[in-house]
């Protein structure tokens, strides 16, 4: 998360030392792009700095708490991503793609998979399930409980979160620089 925020610092210094940028976001048709960039920005940054500090802290070692902690992370990164697609439109004026398999992709669709365990699924979804335990480990090591109906085998996986979430950091300050040269060229 320390690329995202300097990145940050960069591109809000860029709109803020450059006149064209705010002339083109005041402009009656761009007004929408204009909250989008603000609103993102305080979405990137906000973000940014609670995963960093958790991070460094870890998750509690009271059970309770680090279960609700872990989906606050997990949560706090995709409206991290939100924020960035967003910024990205707000200011290239082009839809942002993310090629699956990537470190972005891999850290939501996690995400996704450690949620998706209701108790009653149907047949119109996958034949499996994932149950994330209130003992799920720390940063290094996050375990969960998957069944698979085809196989008909529980497994216990696991990942490195921390890991994945320095992984992503590389990719989306990756975009991020590119949104910045994307603002130098066109808002000197």
Same mark, same amino acid.
């Given at each position: 998360?320390?690329?995202?925020?300097?990145?940050?610092?960069h591109?809000?210094?860029?709109?803020?030392?450059?006149?064209?940028? !705010?002339?083109? /976001?005041?402009?009656?048709?761009?007004?929408?792009?204009?909250?989008?960039?603000?609103?993102?920005?305080?979405?990137?940054?906000?973000?940014? *700095?609670a995963?960093?500090? =958790?991070?460094? &802290?870890? /998750?509690? $070692?009271?059970?309770?708490? @680090?279960?609700?902690?872990?989906?606050?992370?997990?949560? !706090?990164?995709?409206?991290?991503?939100?924020?960035?697609? *967003?910024? =990205?439109?707000a200011?290239? +004026?082009?839809?942002?793609?993310?090629?699956?398999?990537? !470190?972005?992709?891999?850290?939501?669709?996690?995400?996704?998979?450690? @949620? +998706?365990? $209701?108790? %009653?699924?149907?047949? &119109?979804?996958? $034949?499996?399930?994932?149950?994330? +335990?209130?003992? /799920?480990?720390?940063y290094?090591?996050?375990?969960?409980? =998957?069944?698979?109906?085809?196989?008909?085998?529980?497994? =216990? $996986?696991? /990942?490195?979160?921390?890991?994945?979430? %320095?992984?992503?950091?590389?990719?989306?300050?990756?975009?991020?620089?590119?949104?910045?040269s994307?603002m130098?060229?066109?808002?000197?």
């Open positions: 998360m320390k690329n995202i925020q300097t990145l940050r610092s591109i809000y210094d860029q709109f803020h030392n450059s006149s064209a940028g !705010a002339q083109y /976001f005041f402009l009656d048709a761009n007004r929408d792009a204009y909250a989008a960039y603000y609103t993102s920005m305080y979405l990137i940054q906000d973000t940014a *700095e995963v960093y500090i =958790h991070m460094a &802290r870890e /998750f509690s $070692p009271d059970p309770m708490l @680090a279960y609700i902690e872990f989906w606050g992370v997990m949560q !706090a990164v995709v409206i991290q991503q939100d924020a960035i697609i *967003e910024l =990205h439109t200011v290239a +004026g082009t839809a942002l793609t993310i090629p699956r398999g990537s !470190a972005w992709t891999e850290l939501r669709d996690k995400r996704n998979l450690c @949620a +998706g365990h $209701p108790a %009653n699924r149907n047949a &119109r979804r996958a $034949p499996q399930r994932t149950f994330m +335990g209130r003992m /799920f480990g720390n290094d090591r996050v375990k969960y409980e =998957h069944y698979d109906e085809q196989t008909g085998k529980t497994t =216990h $996986p696991s /990942f490195d979160l921390r890991q994945m979430i %320095n992984d992503y950091d590389v990719q989306a300050s990756g975009i991020m620089r590119s949104i910045l994307t130098r060229a066109r808002w000197p």
